[in-house]
């Protein structure tokens, strides 16, 4: 296999990125690359094609009456001559289609690449843009600012969760502690965040679940106690949280369920 062949073979391989990606999203993404490479691959057939052939001609010279043209800077010269190797030209060829095609498997790439990388607006960038401002400085700033008044909860919370936290702050005495009384972002009441790994565990078109994993200067009797997991739902075509869950000391908890267990009290 000629060295020119195997570059195609590489760059093909490299198309695909690993990083998963919402499938609504990328579906036509997805269509028009499948269409792209499927053209790649019949402009490598062709030019497999004429390689062959040009290793059969090329064994013999074409008698005169015949001419081959060649790309000499930006002029076509011709040249009519007795006799002339044709495998020259069939190489000029093959290296104009070949330039044209890695034109086409590179915008693939790039268009690829920028697929695969999160935006600041999908699930896992808002989870690690919160993570990222939790964890400056000494990173006991915490997470709180995305419940801490009514526009913030409007920004990041689903409206389902948002009535839900309303309906269970209406129903508490002022003079009792709110039903959420801690962090949730850090899992605390004394936010602690050194480093922090954002994971999709789930991707759909219209719901996900995220998984922060944080690590702080001081660590936690459970490792459970480390994992954040959030719910999303997309409205109105932004996505919003809709749950936040994660354990303390092992046992499981959830935003949901708080809030549903407090409007069940007696005032």
């Known amino acids: 296999m000629t060295v020119w062949m195997t570059a195609v073979i590489k760059s093909c ?21 499948l269409l792209e490479q499927a ?9 497999l094609l004429l ?10 010279l074409l008698p005169g009456g015949k001419f081959c043209a060649l790309l000499h800077e930006g002029r076509i010269l011709v040249y009519k001559q007795g006799k002339f190797d044709m495998g020259t030209c ?11 095609l890695m034109g086409l498997l590179a915008g ?11 935006s600041p607006n999908d699930p896992v960038g808002i989870i690690n843009a919160i993570y990222a401002r939790a964890a400056k400085g000494k990173g006991d700033g915490g997470g709180t600012f995305i419940i801490e ?28 502690v709110p039903p959420i009384d801690f962090d949730p972002v850090t899992n605390s009441q004394e936010p602690d965040v050194k480093t922090f790994k954002v994971v999709a565990e789930k991707l759909e078109a219209d719901k996900a679940v995220i998984a922060a994993t944080i690590a702080g ?12 997991r959030y719910n999303f739902v997309r409205e109105d075509g932004k996505w919003k949280i809709d749950d936040i869950s994660g ?21």
Do not use: C
């Open 13 to 33: 391989r490299t198309l695909h990125s690993p990083q998963p990606r919402p499938a609504a999203a990328l579906a036509f993404h997805h269509l028009v690359a």
């Open 39 to 47: 053209l790649a691959f019949a402009i490598l057939a062709l030019l």
């Open 51 to 60: 390689d062959v052939g040009a290793f059969f001609i090329s064994h013999d």
């Open 90 to 100: 069939m190489i000029t060829r093959r290296t104009l289609i070949l330039t044209g």
């Open 108 to 118: 693939t790439t790039t268009r690829q690449v920028r697929a695969a990388q999160p």
């Open 149 to 176: 008044n009514k526009a913030a909860k409007a920004k990041y919370l689903s409206k389902s969760l948002v009535d839900l936290w309303a309906r269970a702050d209406a129903h508490t005495p002022k003079e009792d």
């Open 217 to 228: 200067r001081m660590p936690r009797a459970k490792p459970s106690d480390n994992t954040i």
């Open 247 to 267: 354990t303390i000391d092992g046992e499981a908890w959830s935003i949901r369920d708080i809030l549903t267990e407090s409007l069940k009290e007696v005032v």
